[in-house]
């Protein structure tokens, strides 16, 4: 029987939801004429417009897809349709060797994937000693002057944070976007976009409806204690300056920190979130450590229209080695080495809302830029409050579902009003419903 995940975990992978639909459509052995799996992969070709039908396959260790029809989504309906229906009807597939066509791209996979272990080797190898001392200097020169790019733009957001204060939060609500999107230019061009990012983030506050000036209080408050921060940054603790510098926007060499030691554990893929944010696609995905009981973050990025890496399946459970960023609290890694293919998820951790919370507090309390947090809360039912939705457990704690959650009736279904398990991001205020484990199997919200 070949490995398989539930239609619910499939059409997760849709790009968006013209492609689950016209994936399910083709979800049918009439529309192929011929299909064909091995333990590592999945085949077929599929009739379409073209006077050659065309030929889809996928890597199942992933999965990964590749078709030859001229989508430009990623995954295509026809990768969509083949995976469902390895799902739901296994029987319409012969076993056997892949053919030649699926066997050369699976062959480029491997050669790719060795020569990505091949570079983060040479990253981390000594280097001609004239040569590194060259590379050395160079990077220095160039780090030297991104610094004072962003020292003088945190200079400038600082007497920017002073006139907000001085003029009072309340004028904030009758300003322009002006106001926002000024000083946030000004702080990409000081090479600092964490910076930018979260003064973007500001600018929706103050039209948020009732409560708006605490919460951007809270943000102005963040934001100050971020840059003063960096101001003193060789006085703080090395844990602690790699959290600043990331808030600030410093990225780190992935290749480098590839090759540092990784933590192995089976690592349930408890959640997965696609958003736009600066003009860019990001795909954040959850990770929980079965063995470790602790969260990491994996993200992924793509410009628009470029298809997103969506290797990591929400309901799934993979042997695996990650490495996880520096911080005083570690939260973001990288997938360094598989150790073989996935396995479905057998269940969904979860504490009680105040033990969950309780974390979330410590994780703020070392980093206090953490702006979303894994909840993996146990025993809770779904209710409607008023226009929005809250989920209590069995001690009458209640929190507070995101206001853009659009699923509160599909989560009471599940429920049936009964406790149920849920994962989602916390952000201080309310919960987003990413997954749940209700009735012995897990879905996505």
Request: glycine content about 8%.
């Amino acid at each position: 029987m070949p490995p398989t995940l539930t239609a619910d975990q499939i059409l997760a992978l849709a790009p968006d939801s013209a492609s689950a639909k016209a994936g399910q459509g083709l979800a049918s052995p009439r529309k192929w004429v011929a299909l064909g799996w091995s333990e590592r992969a999945a085949w077929g070709e599929c009739q379409g417009s073209a006077r050659e039908p065309y030929r889809t396959q996928i890597d199942l260790d992933e999965p990964a897809f590749r078709c030859s029809c001229p989508s430009r989504k990623f995954p295509c309906k026809h990768g969509l349709g083949l995976l469902l229906m390895l799902a739901s009807q296994p029987a319409a597939f012969t076993q056997g060797a892949p053919p030649p066509w699926v066997a050369e791209w699976l062959t480029k996979r491997d050669q790719s994937a060795q020569q990505r272990a091949v570079k983060q080797e040479r990253a981390t190898a000594p280097a001609d000693a004239g040569a590194q001392k060259q590379r050395t200097a160079a990077q220095a020169r160039s780090v030297a002057a991104r610094e004072a790019k962003v020292a003088a733009g945190v200079e400038e957001l600082g007497r920017w944070l002073r006139d907000m204060v001085r003029q009072g939060l309340a004028s904030a609500q009758g300003r322009p976007d002006s106001l926002w999107e000024t000083i946030a230019a000004r702080m990409v061009d000081a090479q600092a976009p964490g910076l930018a990012r979260m003064i973007r983030d500001m600018a929706g506050v103050p039209a948020s409806g009732e409560g708006w000036q605490e919460r951007l209080l809270e943000r102005l408050a963040r934001l100050f204690l971020l840059i003063e921060g960096y101001r003193r940054l060789e006085t703080l603790p090395s844990e602690e300056q790699a959290d600043v510098r990331a808030a600030v926007g410093w990225a780190l060499n992935q290749d480098e920190l590839l090759a540092a030691a990784g933590v192995r554990d089976r690592w349930l893929v408890v959640g997965q979130h696609a958003e736009e944010e600066e003009h860019l696609r990001v795909l954040r995905t959850w990770l929980w450590g079965a063995g470790a009981a602790r969260p990491a973050l994996v993200l992924a990025f793509a410009a628009p229209g470029q298809p997103l890496d969506r290797g990591l399946v929400p309901g799934t459970a993979l042997d695996a080695e990650i490495v996880f960023f520096p911080g005083a609290y570690q939260l973001r890694a990288l997938v360094k080495r598989r150790h073989g293919p996935p396995s479905p998820l057998d269940r969904l951790p979860g504490a009680s809302i105040a033990a969950a919370t309780a974390a979330y507090a410590t994780a703020l309390a070392r980093s206090p830029w953490i702006e979303r947090f894994p909840l993996a809360i146990a025993g809770v039912t779904p209710l409607r409050d008023g226009e929005g939705w809250l989920v209590r457990d069995a001690n009458g704690l209640v929190l507070p579902l995101a206001r853009r959650f659009a699923r509160g009736w599909r989560l009471l279904a599940l429920s049936g009003g009964q406790p149920l398990a849920l994962f989602g991001e916390w952000d201080g205020d309310a919960l987003l419903p990413l997954s749940a484990w209700a009735e012995g199997r897990f879905v996505v919200l």
